[in-house]
Every structure is written in structure tokens, then in C-alpha cells.
């Protein structure tokens, strides 16, 4: 049985970051402690994850979610314009993680706020539903808000082996969806999802980047894989079967995506544990440097900040590449 780490009265984690949304160039991101995803408790999971166990575990009621997303928001919320991310490592749309109540309250209190600029939450396709889309639209107010939902990958076979539990078509429905209500879809990919290699990896992030694109997204988001604890995925790494990606591959699919997409749609990296062994990584002497770059890139979606970029271990990673 996995073990559950955090409290129901206490959010999981929250921080300010420079950012690419709407009318603002930062966000607060606020992880709230829930009952967790789902897909997670009936299943087991998508194989290399294990954000949930960092919730309560347990049905956490609405007065606590509220205080939570208080509490993050009181120490965290900057002064000026600014986005809100609301994560909960599962669904935020889905009504066991987080009930009516509490969703209408957080995202009234959001919705008064004029130095919100916008609003962006996860979910997983199934619970993208026109009723829950209907309550959000209304509670907010007409104020812009994001739905990000984990693809991973546009390859329905590859996405399978993973465990994810929905295939292309259902996310594209999804995708429609939020439009329709008027909100901005955006694409999860995973960075070099087990088995595929470093060169197979950056082919499968650009196409997934594109496809995602032609169903609908105006933002894709690319995540460099990060082993989380206790999943078979921490398992290969550990015997040395994998390795997550070089952060000259997030240099690639970066430029590359923005190359073929333009400003029809921003791209995001996501540098969440650059340089760590758990992380996406280079060597020791340029991995923080290239993450910067990549974070700069992301809020000024200029690939000149990626031009200039060299190190002696690009060598390694251009032959790692032919193999
Ligand atoms: S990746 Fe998302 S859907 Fe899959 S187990 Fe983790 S939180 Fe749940
Ligand atoms: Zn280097």
C-alpha cells in the first residue's frame, strides 16, 4: 500500500515564478493536499509517478481546502499583476479531490481579485466534463483561465505502456471542450518517456508538440522526465536501465517546436530538477546555466537566448544522439 505523506491541513507546497500567462510575467503556484488523483487510487498510476502520495490521501473537506489554498496564497501572493496555478498532483476538476464547495469558494475569491490575471489548473480528460467547465466559467467570471491536461505523449501505443489510461482522441475531445467554454488548453509532454532513447525521445516530444497543436492547444508544456520516488520507473534508474534527459534535448525540442509552431503557440520547459540525478542534466560545469536559458526562454519565447549555449559535454550528447 503506498504511504501518503502530507495533511489535510496542509498544502503541499506553494512558490512565485517568472512565467508565460496572460497579462502577467509571473505566477503563484500553489500545490494543495487532496484525497489525490484518482486515476492513482484505482489503479496504481501512470508508472512514473508518484506526486499523489505527497496529498492527504484521506477526503479532505471543504473548509480545509479553503484554509490551505489560504493559508499558500496570504504568503506567496506578490503585489502587482500575476497568475494563479492551482495543483492538486491529480484533478483539480474532479469532484472527489476537490468538492463544489471548495472550488467555489477559491475560485470566487480568484475570480474578485483584479491583480489575477489568469487562472490555470490540471486535469485528466475524464473530468474536462461541459458541467464542470459550465461551474468554472461562471464562477470565474470571465476571468482567463488554463486547463492543462497530461498527454505526455501523442503516440496512443507508447501512452499505454505508461499506464495512462486515455488515448489522443480523448484528449482532443477535452481539448475542444475547454475552448468552447472559452479557457486555454494546454499540453503536458513527458521529455524521453521509457523506453525510447535520447534521439527517439526529442522526435517524439516535437511531433507530440505538433499534434497536440492541430487538436487545439495554443500552449504545450514540456516536462523533462524527474524519477519520483517509488515507481518502476525509480526502479530502472536505479539499475541503471535509464537516465533522464540531457538538457541539451530540452535546448532541441525547444527551438525545434518553436520553429514549426511560431506564435501559434507558446512553448513552456519545465526545469524542475535540472541538474540533480533525479532531473534532467548536463555536466556539473553548465547544467544551471542551460536551465536558466531555458526558464528565459520559456517567459520570452525568444530562441536567440538558446543560440550561444555550448559546453564540452554537447559533444557527448551530439554522439550519444548517433547511436
Ligand atoms: S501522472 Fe497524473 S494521472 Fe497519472 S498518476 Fe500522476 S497525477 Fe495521476
Ligand atoms: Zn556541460
Known amino acids: 500500500m503506498p504511504r501518503y505523506r502530507g495533511r489535510p ?3 503541499v507546497a506553494a512558490w512565485t515564478q517568472p512565467d508565460r500567462v496572460t497579462g502577467a510575467d509571473r505566477s503563484v503556484v500553489i500545490v494543495l493536499s487532496t484525497r489525490g488523483c484518482r486515476w492513482f487510487r484505482e489503479t496504481g498510476g501512470c508508472h ?16 480545509l481546502l479553503v484554509r490551505q489554498f489560504e493559508r499558500a496564497y496570504a504568503r506567496h501572493r506578490p503585489d502587482g ?45 475524464e473530468f474536462v466534463t461541459e458541467e464542470r467547465l459550465e461551474r468554472v466559467t461562471e464562477l470565474l467570471d470571465g476571468k ?23 488515448d489522443f482522441r480523448a484528449f482532443a475531445r477535452a481539448v475542444r471542450r475547454v475552448r468552447r467554454f472559452g479557457g486555454t488548453p494546454k499540453a503536458y509532454l513527458m521529455l524521453k518517456l521509457p523506453p525510447l532513447s535520447e534521439a527517439e525521445a526529442i522526435e ?27 515507481t518502476p520507473l525509480e526502479r530502472a534508474w536505479r539499475a541503471g536501465l535509464y537516465r533522464p534527459p540531457w538538457l541539451w534535448s530540452c535546448v532541441e525540442v525547444a527551438r525545434r517546436i518553436k520553429g514549426l509552431l511560431g506564435d501559434r503557440a507558446d512553448v ?8 540533480t540525478p533525479r532531473g534532467p542534466s548536463n555536466c556539473r560545469r553548465c547544467s544551471r546555466r542551460v536551465a536558466r ?3 528565459r526562454f520559456t517567459v520570452t519565447q525568444d530562441v536567440g537566448v538558446l543560440e550561444g549555449l555550448d559546453c564540452r559535454c554537447r559533444r557527448v550528447w551530439r554522439a550519444l544522439l548517433a547511436v
Open 9 to 11: 491541513d496542509r498544502y
Open 48 to 63: 512514473f509517478c508518484s506526486y499523489p502520495l505527497e496529498g492527504a490521501g484521506e477526503r479532505v473537506p471543504p473548509d
Open 81 to 125: 499583476p500575476h497568475a494563479v496555478k492551482l495543483f492538486t498532483s491529480g484533478s483539480l476538476l474532479d469532484p472527489e479531490e476537490v468538492p463544489d464547495e471548495a472550488l467555489e469558494r477559491i475560485l470566487g475569491r480568484l475570480a474578485r481579485d483584479p491583480s489575477v490575471t489568469e487562472v490555470s489548473f490540471e486535469s485528466r480528460p
Open 144 to 166: 482567463p483561465f488554463e486547463v492543462g491536461i497530461g498527454l505526455e505523449t501523442s503516440d496512443d501505443r507508447l501512452r499505454a505502456s505508461l499506464n495512462k489510461g486515455f
Open 204 to 230: 517524439d516530444t516535437v511531433r507530440s508538440a505538433v499534434d497536440a497543436h492541430l487538436a487545439g492547444c495554443e500552449r504545450v508544456s514540456v516536462c523533462p522526465t524527474t524519477i519520483h520516488r517509488d
Open 268 to 275: 513552456l520547459v519545465d526545469t524542475a530538477g535540472a541538474g
Open 293 to 295: 536559458a531555458l526558464r
